[in-house]
Antibody, heavy 116, light 112 residues
Framework: QVQLQESGPGLVKPSETLSLTCTVS????????WSWIRQPPGKGLEWIGY???????NYNPSLKSRVTISVDTSKNQFSLKLTSVTAADTAVYYC??????????WGQGTLVTVSS | QSVLTQPPSVSGAPGQRVTISCTGS?????????VHWYQHLPGTAPKLLIY???NRPSGVPDRFSGSKSGTSASLAITGLQAEDEADYYC????????????FGTGTKVTVL
């Protein structure tokens, strides 16, 4: 069974870049799509974007100008970069495996706080 | 940014049946896109409960069932148990914004 684990700084300063990595175990990252999803405090889930194993990406239009998702197949990892962060980007960030438009595996989530 | 609307909360006594609605529009559920459901306990990884409108992954009890009609979908929990107390989210695809996966607003299920 696939397992995912997020890692990265828990605190990022305003205007800087948020960088997170998701390590995948129990399955190859060279199949399926790999996504990032976030949940601001007290709010619902928001899809950030995905990287498809063929190399294509798709991002939430509201975040598209600031988001990059990339994959490192040698490490079985994929990453999220979100630039020019503000307090509104404070959230629990989840990585997930997409399988036919649904998410069949999720990480535990990591809280990222944007504050000076 | 949720375009799928769910009731904020539902509750029921142990053993009862509860349903959670997920209301969308002609650009998502009404366009024929599948609806999926997740159970989420704070601090843990969300868990896939229903995929493709009504299919249960292996290991999910048959107390959970899903359906879809028109621009809405529903999740039913029969024989409610204390361990079912959690947040539940529906999810689908929306074609109105260059391809966007959308989640519901979320529903807190309380077991009385």
């Amino acid at each position: 069974q696939v397992q995912l684990q997020e890692s990265g700084p828990g605190l990022v300063k305003p205007s800087e870049t948020l960088s997170l990595t998701c390590t995948v175990s129990g399955g190859s990252i060279s199949t399926y799509s790999w996504s990032w999803i976030r949940q601001p405090p007290g709010k619902g889930l928001e899809w950030i974007g995905y990287f498809y194993y063929s190399g294509s990406t798709n991002y939430n239009p509201s975040l598209k100008s600031r988001v990059t998702i990339s994959v490192d197949t040698s490490k079985n990892q994929f990453s999220l970069k979100l630039t020019s962060v503000t307090a509104a980007d404070t959230a629990v960030y989840y990585c997930a495996r997409e399988e036919g438009s649904y998410y069949s595996g999720w990480g535990q989530g990591t809280l990222v706080t944007v504050s000076s | 940014q949720s375009v799928l609307t769910q009731p904020p909360s539902v509750s029921g006594a142990p053993g009862q049946r509860v349903t959670i609605s997920c209301t969308g529009s002609s650009s998502n559920i009404g366009a024929g896109y599948d609806v999926h459901w997740y159970q989420h306990l704070p601090g843990t990884a969300p868990k896939l409960l229903i995929y493709g409108n009504s299919n249960r992954p292996s290991g999910v009890p048959d107390r959970f069932s899903g359906s879809k009609s028109g621009t809405s979908a529903s999740l039913a929990i029969t024989g409610l148990q204390a361990e079912d107390e959690a947040d539940y989210y529906c999810q689908s695809y929306d074609s109105s914004l260059s391809g966007l996966y959308v989640f519901g607003t979320g529903t807190k299920v309380t077991v009385l």
